[in-house]
T-cell receptor
Framework: GNSVTQMEGPVTLSEEAFLTINCTYT??????LFWYVQYPGEGLQLLLK?????DKGSNKGFEATYRKETTSFHLEKGSVQVSDSAVYFC???????????FGTGTRLTIIP | ETGVTQTPRHLVMGMTNKKSLKCEQHLGHNAMYWYKQSAKKPLELMFV???????ENNSVPSRFSPECPNSSHLFLHLHTLQPEDSALYLC????????????FGPGTRLTVL
């Protein structure tokens, strides 16, 4: 079945550090891939997405590239800020499938 | 403004109470979802509605009863809950079909005493 595996947290970084949160997937067919972010006390918000191989999603300085050969969609940011502290979820969905499959989430804390 | 609202934001109930959670979306979407988010557990999909028809029930206990009277509204009726049902309940909506991007509400924090 379809699944998403993302790196275990929590992750703690200093402000302006480089961030990578790994995400890999297993799927039949060619899924769309998503990163969602959940700030404290809030629901999930879409951060970025990619719908086909080699697409790069980007938003708010975050980027992720859809890598079909490695079945990965790693999240990166060059210089993190305290306001980036949140829980990040990787997710996938298949064409014509109304459901998203989520990873377990990675808690990120940025210290000044 | 996410376009998906949930009420109440916080709810405390006893195990013998009956309460309902409400979700409303103002995005013109056709699919709506209920998720349960517990501490230290993955996000759990509970129910999916597509064009007001339930298309997924993810082995959810019958003490949770969903209702979707129209494409804009989704309810979760609760009765005789257990303390382990305490969690954040999230509602989401999506256009449906080939566009699977889901838009989430802020959630209802439920505590069962």
């Amino acid at each position: 079945g379809n699944s998403v595996t993302q790196m275990e947290g929590p992750v703690t970084l200093s402000e302006e550090a480089f961030l990578t949160i790994n995400c890999t997937y297993t799927a039949t067919g060619y899924p769309s891939l998503f990163w969602y972010v959940q700030y404290p006390g809030e629901g999930l918000q879409l951060l970025l997405k990619a719908t086909k191989a080699d697409d790069k999603g980007s938003n708010k300085g975050f980027e992720a590239t859809y890598r079909k050969e490695t079945t990965s969609f790693h999240l990166e940011k060059g210089s993190v800020q305290v306001s980036d502290s949140a829980v990040y979820f990787c997710a996938q969905s298949n064409f014509g499938n109304e459901k998203l499959t989520f990873g377990t989430g990675t808690r990120l804390t940025i210290i000044p | 403004e996410t376009g998906v609202t949930q009420t109440p934001r916080h709810l405390v109930m006893g195990m013998t109470n009956k309460k309902s959670l409400k979700c409303e979306q103002h995005l013109g979407h056709n699919a709506m979802y209920w998720y349960k988010q517990s501490a230290k557990k993955p996000l759990e999909l509970m129910f999916v509605y597509n064009f007001k028809e339930q298309t997924e029930n993810n082995s959810v206990p019958s003490r949770f009863s969903p209702e979707c009277p129209n494409s804009s509204h989704l309810f979760l009726h609760l009765h005789t809950l257990q303390p382990e049902d305490s969690a954040l309940y999230l509602c989401a909506s999506a256009v449906g079909g080939i566009d699977n991007e889901q838009f989430f509400g802020p959630g209802t924090r439920l505590t069962v005493l």
